[in-house]
T-cell receptor, first 111, second 114 residues
Framework: GEDVEQSLFLSVREGDSSVINCTYT??????LYWYKQEPGAGLQLLTY?????DMKQDQRLTVLLNKKDKHLSLRIADTQTGDSAIYFC???????????FGAGTRLAVHP | EPEVTQTPSHQVTQMGQEVILRCVPI?????FYWYRQILGQKVEFLVS????????KSEIFDDQFSVERPDGSNFTLKIRSTKLEDSAMYFC????????????FGNGTRLTVT
């Protein structure tokens, strides 16, 4: 069945770049998403990429998609303490926007 | 400001009781969804709702669950007889302006079944 895998934890120094990786299994996925969850809050859409794209940049965020390897990454440039959160990768699977989520990567930013 | 408002933010109920979780989309949309996240586990799809009908549901969404949009504005998830394992964070989501638009989630309702 469909599955999305992420590493569970990433620790970076403030000002450095963060790279969060994700692998997925459904080669027919049309869209892939990154959501951010801060403590006690909901799922905030960060960015998404269509499957016919290799890269998408949005200010400090860069998404890279390798369809051949079914690998998605999110790079956050100049990481700040406010970026500390859990980041979820999700693929669109099947109809009616059924999202398959990864377990989330907890990003910790330290001075 | 969240685009989807969920109430209550936290609900505590006893096993066997019925609960209704509510979602109020700010603007008028046709596609709505419920997802849940059991503590420490992945966010899971429950059900999608289009044009006042269920369009897809997961294995989790059994006869104990139901959804409706009773007044054309609120979107509700009802759990008829709660079990301990229903304890989770429940997220409502709405579609963007077109079918291919991404989902926007509310802040969630934390349901605790004792």
């Amino acid at each position: 069945g469909e599955d999305v895998e992420q590493s569970l934890f990433l620790s970076v120094r403030e000002g450095d770049s963060s790279v969060i990786n994700c692998t997925y299994t459904d080669s027919s996925s049309t869209y892939l998403y990154w959501y951010k969850q801060e403590p006690g809050a909901g799922l905030q859409l960060l960015t998404y990429i269509f499957s016919n794209m290799d890269m998408k940049q949005d200010q400090r965020l860069t998404v890279l998609l390798n369809k051949k390897d079914k690998h998605l990454s999110l790079r956050i440039a100049d990481t700040q303490t406010g970026d500390s959160a859990i980041y979820f990768c999700a693929e669109l699977s099947g109809g009616y926007n059924k999202l398959i989520f990864g377990a989330g990567t907890r990003l910790a930013v330290h001075p | 400001e969240p685009e989807v408002t969920q109430t209550p933010s936290h609900q505590v109920t006893q096993m066997g009781q019925e609960v209704i979780l509510r979602c109020v989309p700010i603007s008028n949309h046709l596609y709505f969804y419920w997802y849940r996240q059991i503590l420490g586990q992945k966010v899971e799809f429950l059900v999608s709702f289009y044009n006042n009908e269920i369009s897809e549901k997961s294995e989790i969404f059994d006869d104990q669950f139901s959804v409706e949009r009773p007044d054309g504005s609120n979107f509700t998830l009802k759990i008829r007889s709660t079990k301990l394992e229903d304890s989770a964070m429940y997220f409502c989501a709405r579609q963007g302006s077109s079918y291919n638009s991404p989902l926007h989630f509310g802040n969630g309702t934390r349901l605790t079944v004792t």
